[in-house]
């Protein structure tokens, strides 16, 4: 469906033979049932009501017609009492006219069940049609779906859901063409903050982490799932040994990566032995508010993982306050790479990255775009213009999360997740 974000550019045949397709794939997307489905859904429902309302007619018939056969007796006794009473007017005393009106009070309870009948010859009327309508809507849906049975279908819709799944996993990356709507996960804690789950541990692990606050804060909630951190229930608490800086925190593989407050030392804890596990110096990395995002914040350093691993994103005097992107080993805090992308620090709201690529907004107040992007695969930059829908008006933290593809928020108190789509060249030597 369109309104779900797919969009099919183009397919052609590559000199080797090959089809190469091309086409912009909403990444959460999955194949919505189709209409007809829906409506032989409507159809299965009518035509199980039908069926017991059949079934409910079936036994009252047969109780009834057993009923009416108890009294077929009486029934043929009283009848030949009155022709006798007919014939002879003269014999019907005081006796036998009472035996008459008994005979006929036996037979007064076959009054209501005489119209039962007509109330259920009206209700078979009108099954009759509703058959009769539901037989011609199968009919029409059969030869425009190919005259597959609703279970069918729907086992052909999993199966095809699956293999688009699988299909998905092999795209890997892709470039950055569009993002969602906001979605407003919750509205908790102050103006600025960070959320997020783990960037790497298998979709089963649902762990929230919460950090309110911008500088010198200490406490870390760890919610169990996304529904006890939207309640605000079943959460621990962790207290970091140094206090943050910013709100460009990143939880990679169980432990929090984050920028020790009045420093440019890199921290990373472990959650589950609640320690230190190292701690390192970013080499020149501007602090304390020297090279922060327009908003402030002390968000000197931000920390960010994406497709291919843990970096950070600073600036230095060297580098003339123009934004880093440094790769870093996750185990050791060693800086592995860096890319002078060319833009000022000072002028960018956020920045986040998705396969290799630093997308940077153009501002955190209201009407911001995503409007630069640097490709660290081959030092090159440009300038973009995706539409980016601020709906609180004030961002303070925007991160990627590649394990489930989309960007976490914390904007002006609210917590926001939003869906991106990606631009994939799709190569197959076969049927997808």
Not at 186 to 209: L, Q
Not at 370 to 375: M, N, S
Not at 385 to 392: A, E, G, L, V
């Amino acid at each position: 469906s369109p309104d779900e974000g797919w969009q099919v550019y183009t397919s052609a045949q590559a000199p080797d033979g090959k089809c190469l397709c091309t086409a912009v794939i909403p990444v959460q997307g999955t194949c919505s049932r189709d209409l007809r489905s829906h409506q032989l859904r409507q159809l299965m429902e009518k035509v199980q009501n039908i069926s017991q309302s059949m079934e409910v007619l079936d036994l009252r018939t047969y109780r009834d017609l057993q009923y009416v056969r108890n009294t077929e007796s009486l029934m043929k006794g009283l009848d030949s009492r009155l022709k006798v009473a007919a014939e002879s007017q003269k014999s019907l005393n005081a006796k036998s006219f009472q035996e008459l009106k008994d005979k006929m009070t036996e037979l007064l309870p076959l009054l209501p069940v005489l119209d039962q009948y007509k109330s259920d010859t009206r209700l078979i009327v009108h099954l009759k049609e509703e058959v009769r309508n539901l037989s011609g809507n199968l009919l029409a849906i059969q030869e425009e779906m190919g005259a597959y049975d609703y279970e069918e279908l729907q086992q052909r819709v999993l199966m095809l859901e699956a293999r688009l799944h699988a299909c998905m996993q092999k795209l890997g990356c892709g470039k950055l063409t569009g993002v969602s709507n906001p979605i407003t996960i919750r509205a908790s804690g102050s103006r600025f903050g960070s959320w997020m789950t783990d960037t790497m541990t298998p979709s089963a692990d649902s762990r929230v982490w919460y950090m309110d606050g911008y500088y010198k804060g200490r406490r870390v909630l760890e919610f169990r799932t996304l529904n006890d951190f939207v309640t605000g229930q079943n959460f621990v608490q962790h207290l970091l040994p140094h206090p943050w800086a910013g709100t460009g925190h990143v939880v990679f593989n169980g432990s929090l990566y984050y920028n020790k407050y009045q420093s440019n030392i890199a921290v990373k804890y472990h959650f589950r032995s609640r320690s230190v596990l190292v701690q390192r110096s970013l080499a020149g990395a501007g602090y304390n508010n020297t090279f922060p995002y327009s908003w402030g914040g002390f968000s000197d350093i931000d920390f960010m993982v994406d497709e291919n691993g843990l970096w950070a994103v600073y600036t230095t005097n060297q580098n003339a306050g123009n934004i880093v992107v440094s790769r870093v080993d996750p185990q050791t805090l060693e800086v592995l790479r860096s890319w002078d992308t060319g833009y000022p620090k000072r002028s960018a709201g956020e920045s986040f990255m998705i396969c290799g690529t630093l997308y940077v907004t153009n501002s955190h107040l209201a009407g911001a775009k995503i409007y630069f992007a640097y490709y660290t695969n081959t030092s090159s930059y440009e300038y973009t213009d995706i539409p980016f829908h601020n709906q609180y008006s004030h961002i303070s933290m925007l991160d990627y999360n590649p394990r489930e593809r989309v960007l976490y928020t914390w904007n002006n108190g609210h917590q926001v997740i939003y869906n991106v789509t990606l631009f994939h060249v799709i190569k197959t030597s076969g049927e997808l």
